[in-house]
């Protein structure tokens, strides 16, 4: 045997029927290997119809004498299932002789919570409770003292202007308006809306017009002045 496996102190142990529980195996090594392991990982097996899992275990023995004294004793231990089918087991060097250590490495950051500035404003944060958030009404008188006391006027577009006159012209009545009175409604203010949309059209041409004759009638010289210069009169 060479010098490497003589070092090597984890074993496998494998072809444990697949119903064998933790507690059945630990019982069948008991007079095996009692005392003189340190660490064990038990992996139960599974039947299904496709494959069956057979059941291992694995075993870190203290010395690697005390391996070669567990593998003389139990390999080929046959155990018996509960419907009489034998496994023989086989007890194996594992393939990876690394083994969990019992104690993990402490973090360095572990238990500096306490000491976090995020943590710290969290808590006291938590401790003043959540603050109550200013009303509407103070919310507007602050607004208006931001603006020097003065309300700002309400912006009315189209549209707003459209439906005010709209139920100012029908009163409410508590009753639903019918489908006929309300196509009636509709298209009474539609041609409200363009007569009004048409005069202020004319209006606007009209304003149009005066300025234009205006503009004419003053670039148009007068009589007095084509009397005192000729140039004017030949031209005129």
Avoid at 79 to 101: D, L
Avoid at 115 to 129: M, S
Avoid at 197 to 218: Q, T
């Amino acid at each position: 045997m060479s010098k490497a496996s003589t070092e090597r102190t984890k074993v496998v142990v494998r072809n444990l029927p697949p119903t064998l529980s933790r507690e059945a195996f630990l019982s069948a090594i008991e007079k095996h290997a009692e005392g003189t392991y340190n660490w064990l990982a038990y992996y139960p097996g599974k039947v299904s119809l496709k494959r069956t899992m057979f059941s291992r275990a694995f075993l870190n023995i203290n010395s690697p004498e005390a391996v070669l004294d567990f593998k003389a004793r139990f390999d080929g231990h046959v155990f018996v299932s509960s419907r009489g089918t034998q496994y023989r087991c086989s007890v194996e060097y594992a393939p990876f002789q690394k083994v969990p250590t019992a104690h993990p490495k402490k973090l360095a950051m572990e238990g500096t919570i306490d000491k976090d500035p995020d943590y710290v404003a969290f808590v006291e944060a938590l401790e003043q409770g959540p603050k109550a958030l200013p009303t509407a009404q103070a919310q507007l008188e602050a607004q208006e003292a931001a603006r020097g006391g003065e309300a700002a006027a309400p912006v009315v577009t189209a549209l707003m202007a459209f439906l005010q006159a709209k139920y100012e012209a029908v009163p409410f009545t508590g009753r639903r308006t019918s489908r006929k009175e309300a196509a009636r409604l509709r298209k009474e203010a539609a041609r409200e809306a363009a007569a009004a949309a048409a005069a202020a059209a004319n209006a606007d041409r009209a304003s149009k017009g005066s300025r234009a004759k205006a503009s004419r009638s003053s670039s148009k010289p007068s009589a007095a002045d084509m009397s005192a210069d000729p140039s004017r009169r030949c031209a005129a």
